[in-house]
């Protein structure tokens, strides 16, 4: 999503300035329309070369650790401006340290801590801003740092589960091919000068092995060329928003890995509505940063749906289940939680519940991976050299 700069006026007649992700221009006014500030320029950041961008990428765990000082920090009564100008002053990450210098000028140039962060929007994201605007607000922003600390923590740990999940058979699969293609270019071209001498012909297997090395041998960077294009390809799609989404609608419903990446999207999503809820964020202003942060297009289009729905005085357990996409059991667990006044706790349960089902299912997961990987490295390597020893098995046949 690209990056706009804006400048406007606020309703108490000052200047602000600042940057956010949007869709287009007209998203960016009607968002700081909503924030009570009347939109003077808008345009999109070039993309430049900064010292931030060739320093070391900010990680989660930097930002965690960071809130959790800053919520110490402010629970000790120290002030916000000397809170921040300690914790850039020991940052060993310039990258951070620069956004964290900047935060602080501007908090103490008037800016309040939420709109300072909004400008970093790469660091801090809409989720981490509207939280720590709802703690400013609410005068408990040590307990939505901590807060926030937890969810990301809890929200690191999942992304790692799947992703661990996911790659295995990736990188088994590469280093099978590379096995094969090693065998290709240099060994079997071996087997095929010997076989040249017998003068025979060649059983069908070992034919199609030696032909398949040929085709390699001589159109080898022609294939690294289709390789690479390809995989730009695939990159361009899944950058387009009608490509990401119906990559995202397909990978919910493959055989294996779908219930995995289901479960881990309701998870993702139960976890940061309950976070923003108990916070004290508007059920909307929830919904909207909740899909925007949900990683699945599939995911986002159904939770800006139930959003509309609600705008319009519904609840939030009819519309959510009209999408489809969330399981009957979430729905009746947030109607009930709707019900009885306790919808943060249940979502809370909701995401426990289903944190824990990623566990099982990506242990199931490996477990049946495991012998499949097995079968592919072994029909993929072993099968090249059954197919090279065929003849010599037949020669020594032919000898007795």
Not at 95 to 115: H, I, N, P, T, Y
Not at 318 to 329: D, R, Y
Not at 344 to 349: E, F, G, N, Q, R
Not at 382 to 393: K, V
């Amino acid at each position: 999503m690209p990056i706009y700069v804006w400048e406007g006026r606020t309703r108490e007649g000052g200047i602000a300035r600042g940057e956010m992700d949007a869709p287009d221009e007209e998203q960016v006014v009607a968002k700081l329309r909503s924030q009570q500030v009347i939109a003077t320029k808008v345009k999109k950041k070039p993309k430049e070369i900064t010292l931030l961008s060739l320093g070391r990428k900010i990680k989660t765990k930097s930002v965690v650790i960071f809130s959790r000082q800053f919520a110490t920090m402010i629970d000790a009564g120290l002030p916000l401006v000397q809170c921040l100008d300690i914790l850039a002053t020991q940052q060993d990450n310039p990258s951070f340290k620069r956004v964290l210098s900047e935060v602080k000028a501007d908090v103490s140039a008037g800016s309040s801590l939420a709109r300072a962060l909004g400008k970093h929007p790469r660091v801090f994201d809409d989720l981490y801003v509207a939280l720590v605007a709802a703690g400013e607000t609410g005068g408990i922003l040590d307990t939505i740092l901590n807060r926030l600390s937890t969810y990301m923590e809890k929200s690191m740990a999942l992304t790692r589960r799947v992703k661990a999940a996911l790659i295995y058979p990736l990188v088994v699969v590469t280093i099978a091919s590379l096995l094969s293609a090693v065998l290709l270019i240099f060994v079997i071209p071996v087997f095929a000068d010997m076989f040249s001498e017998f003068g025979a012909e060649l059983p069908a297997p070992t034919q199609f092995i030696i032909d398949m090395s040929n085709f390699v041998r001589n159109y080898f960077l022609l294939l690294i060329l289709a390789i690479i294009g390809f995989i730009l390809l695939i990159r361009a799609v899944l950058r387009s928003d009608r490509g990401r989404e119906v990559w995202d609608r397909f990978s919910l419903r493959m055989p294996i890995f779908g219930e995995l990446l289901r479960k881990n999207a309701v998870a993702k999503f139960t976890r940061t509505l309950g976070t923003m809820i108990s916070s004290g964020v508007p059920i909307l202003d929830s919904l909207e940063i909740v899909a925007k942060t949900s990683g699945n297009k599939v995911v986002e289009h159904a939770v800006m749906k139930t959003r509309d729905r609600i705008a319009e005085g519904k609840t939030i357990a009819e519309p959510l289940a009209e999408t489809g996409v969330f399981p009957p059991m979430v729905v009746q667990m947030i109607t009930v939680g709707e019900a009885t006044g306790a919808l943060d706790v249940m979502l809370t349960k909701i995401a426990d519940f289903y944190e824990d089902e990623v566990d099982v299912a990506v242990d199931a997961l490996s477990t049946l991976l495991e012998p499949i990987m097995i079968i592919i490295i072994g029909g993929m390597v072993g099968g090249m050299l059954i197919a090279m020893y065929l003849p010599i098995f037949k020669l020594a046949s032919v000898m007795q």
